[in-house]
């Protein structure tokens, strides 16, 4: 309750807070119009009634599109919280609350991790839908095309909240079916001359340097290329050639001999694995509920090799 005598500053209209946080959101006015059901010059007075308040720019006008000057970076982010925050406590009141959980991740991590444990996350919060969209495009967060996603890289989106679940580590693997058809190779430098599932990824160059071995010059015009570890793995164990993978999403082949390390060279990805989320939805419960299960479950999981060690 304020003071006899002290006035709270009065807050800017709404609609222009609505407009704004949708135009940094997307930096661009015609995007934020799609999405508000309004014109485009709608959404420009709109800006321009909060600039007049604030009295300050909070956008760089560019020909193409627009960029938040550093006030408005700052005023984009609580924003876009408050905006958040609205939208939870309106669910709640009309008892629908935004618990649609769609998660965006990589094959391999679908079928090898999440998959096999996803039920135990229903079981525990049955309130909360899921659904699970498997794509190896970056699905964008921001914009809404999935709720949480799980990304390789080194952590930094802007934007988005990123929680470190482990480290990838490659390295090459054979089975049986390939010894049978094409003998063991006896140092690193015998794969040069074996078939090699996707041989031209880049990341096979990675492993014979990591292996002391010069790297063949890549063709690009021949030969198995599939991109995805759980077809990689699928072809190796048919015998076609030897393969490049995170040996921990296979471990149980690993363990049954059906995927074999001849070497013990491993390269490890630049960055790792990691949860993330837009910041400003931290707090929304199914965000936060799968955050919480994910994490518990990736540190009972994951083997101190590939785990991010204790500060």
């Known amino acids: 309750m304020p003071m006899p005598g002290f006035a709270l500053p009065s807050l800017p209209p709404l609609a222009a807070i609505r407009a704004f946080e949708a135009a940094a959101r997307h930096g661009n006015f015609t995007a934020a119009a799609s999405e508000l059901g309004m014109t485009q010059a709608a959404v420009s007075y709109q800006v321009k009634v909060l600039e007049d308040r604030v009295g300050l720019p909070l956008f760089h006008r560019k020909a193409r599109g627009v960029e938040l000057t550093a006030d408005g970076r700052r005023l984009a982010d609580r924003a876009g919280e408050a905006m958040e925050i609205l939208r939870q406590a309106f669910a709640e009141a009309r008892h629908a609350s935004d618990d649609t959980l769609v998660i ?65 580590d490659f390295t090459a693997m054979i089975t049986p079916a390939f010894i049978a058809r094409h003998g063991r190779p006896e140092t690193p430098a015998d794969l040069l001359d074996m078939p090699r599932i996707d041989a031209d990824d880049d990341g096979w160059a990675d492993w014979f340097r990591a292996a002391g071995v010069t790297p ?65 939805r931290r707090n929304v419960p199914a965000i936060r509920a799968f955050r919480e299960w994910l994490l518990a479950e990736m540190q009972e999981l994951v083997p101190p090799e590939h785990a991010l060690p204790a500060p």
């Open 104 to 168: 965006s991740v990589l094959a391999s991590f679908a079928s090898q991790i999440l998959a096999p444990r996803l039920g135990r996350f229903q079981i525990e919060h049955p309130e909360i839908m899921t659904r699970v969209e498997v794509d190896s495009r970056v699905a964008d967060l921001q914009a809404g095309e999935a709720t949480v996603a799980v990304r390789s890289g080194r952590g930094h989106w802007p934007g988005t909240e990123a929680h470190f679940l482990m480290y990838l």
């Open 216 to 280: 063949p010059t890549p063709r690009r015009q021949s030969g198995m290329l599939f991109g995805v570890q759980v077809l990689t793995v699928q072809a190796a164990l048919a015998g076609d050639g030897a393969c490049l993978i995170h040996p921990f999403y296979f471990r149980d082949l690993v363990a049954r001999g059906e995927l074999i390390r001849p070497f013990p060279t491993m390269m490890r990805m630049e960055g790792g694995l990691f949860l993330c989320y837009p910041a400003r």
